[in-house]
């Protein structure tokens, strides 16, 4: 059973231009990201995947760098980008983490792996993480099957919203230690104010070499309201937002078959 991690990410964002290579502490956001894909031990491999677009090449140096693989792909679509990557890599399961989550949770992407396989789901997350803390965990026949019942191209960036469709796939929602269930905590990097309180966090907890636990960044957060103020009043955009120009409604899944 192989396991590869996809880090998606691309430089194209308009509310914080470049993101991912934004320097917090020694480094950029990119390689702060690697690295935490780095401690998710029971992956087989980590791939950055970005696009062929000329604005991404940077991103390519940063793979070389950080001694990973990098595959180029569709821009806009992110499913063929992943089936595509998937010809050259192979993998039986799938770990989507994305450019913006810099504090996602190498202890809890372990536990979804193993019981992603353990319990054969088709996705697997959890609700109860901070946001921009947690990846997600899918199938790669999972993923052929999502390609047939999409309606519409432009709803493959919103890939954890399809996959989560109970309708369609064999969906595990897992729990989480009580001193964990933060969900109401911001960790993405999407907005000059998140990239503030990204650094907060960093100055307070990284040592230069080590990665952020988790753990001690919800502790620092339960301590430092001051902290969770810096970036509390972005809102995440909602599925009810983005349904209204993007169809994310997946075809009857007796209609296609696999």
Not at 103 to 119: D, G, Q, R, T, V
Request: proline letters at 3%; glycine letters at 4%.
């Amino acid at each position: 059973m192989k396991v590869v991690i996809y880090l998606t990410v691309r430089l194209k964002s308009k509310r914080l231009p470049k993101k991912a290579l934004r320097v917090v502490g020694n480094q950029t956001i990119i390689e702060h990201i690697v690295d935490r894909a780095k401690a998710i031990k029971n992956a087989d491999e980590i791939v950055l995947c970005t696009s062929t677009n000329d604005e991404d090449t940077p991103l390519l140096e940063i793979a070389e760098k950080k001694n990973i693989p990098y595959f180029r792909g569709s821009e806009d679509n992110l499913i063929a980008r992943f089936l595509d990557a998937s010809e050259i890599y192979k993998p039986d399961v799938v770990i989507r983490m994305t450019g913006d989550n810099c504090l996602i949770s190498p202890e809890f992407m372990c536990y979804a792996i193993e019981k992603h396989i353990e319990n054969n789901a088709d996705f697997t997350s959890t609700k109860e993480l901070a946001g921009g803390s947690r990846g997600d965990v899918f199938s790669l026949n999972t993923l052929k099957h999502l390609k047939g019942l999409l309606q519409d191209e432009r709803a493959s960036e919103y890939l954890s919203w399809l996959l989560a469709d109970e309708n369609h796939f064999k969906v595990q929602w897992l729990s989480v230690d009580k001193e964990l269930k933060r969900p109401h905590y911001r960790l993405h990097c999407d907005t000059p104010a998140d990239l503030e309180f990204v650094k907060a966090v960093y100055e307070r907890l990284y040592d230069g070499t080590n990665i952020v636990d988790y753990r001690s960044v919800i502790k620092l957060l339960d301590e430092s309201p001051e902290i969770v103020a810096l970036n509390k009043q972005i809102e995440q955009r909602s599925r009810e937002y983005i349904k209204d120009y993007i169809n994310l409604e997946l075809k009857d899944s007796n209609s296609y078959l696999f």
